[in-house]
């Protein structure tokens, strides 16, 4: 059984339960409608599944070599993995901009907690592999490594990251006038604060200035 559990520990950014939730509803998804479902592959009801690019999967009455089992292996998961990771990563950018938060540690968080599930993705596939291979004895089966397709879908991962990192940079202002712009609205609480305090000092000016004339006016009768 997996025993991972799709959450990070130590410090965590203010988006992190919506993206914890983002993450672990795509897994939940992917668990149930795209992997689960080859394990009536053997059983009367057979299998029907439909890939990322909308074509039918359809086999029964058959065991799970040869053609089941390189679909099942070959390219038939990692599009769903690679389509959510861009999804996610957009939505997160497009998050952080709307807030003005800085949207490096966001990104990095988000790609920390769907390195996990893929880990966990692809250990439920070598486990439904091996209950396939086995035919209802699993323990006769050696379990399929999978590290080299889970280092595969990593380096993806990370390349997705940099493409957002580089396209969010490449938003940011170039000359002063838009980077004050920029500032301004991102800090406009303050320049709130210090106009009213420079009106209020204003003010107080005005009355103290007032005050030394009418007390150094000489009364004319």
Request: net charge neutral; glycine share 6%; hydrophobic share 40%.
């Amino acid at each position: 059984m997996d025993d991972i559990i799709l959450q990070l520990t130590g410090e965590r950014t203010d988006l992190y339960p919506k993206t914890q939730k983002l993450i672990s509803d795509l897994h939940e998804s992917l668990e149930t409608k795209k992997i689960i479902p080859w394990a009536f592959l053997l059983t009367s009801t057979g299998l029907k599944i439909t890939r990322l690019d909308g074509r039918q999967i359809s086999y029964s009455g058959i065991k799970f070599s040869g053609s089941p089992e390189q679909v099942f292996w070959t390219r038939f998961i990692e599009p769903f993995l690679e389509d959510g990771i861009i999804n996610i990563l957009d939505t997160i950018a497009e998050d952080c901009l709307q807030g003005s938060l800085d949207p490096t540690p966001h990104l990095e968080e988000a790609v920390g907690l769907y390195k996990i599930m893929t880990i966990k993705v692809y250990r439920r596939m070598v486990q439904i592999d091996r209950n396939l291979q086995g035919e209802g004895f699993p323990e006769k089966v050696t379990p399929k490594d999978a590290n080299s397709k889970i280092a595969s879908m990593e380096r993806f991962i990370d390349g997705q990251l940099k493409v957002k990192k580089a396209l969010l940079l490449k938003k940011r202002p170039d000359n002063w006038t838009e980077k004050i712009k920029l500032f301004y609205n991102e800090h406009q609480f303050f320049f709130y604060i210090l106009a009213l305090i420079l009106t209020i000092a204003g003010i107080y000016l005005t009355l103290q200035n007032n005050n030394i004339f009418f007390r150094g006016t000489p009364i004319r009768y």
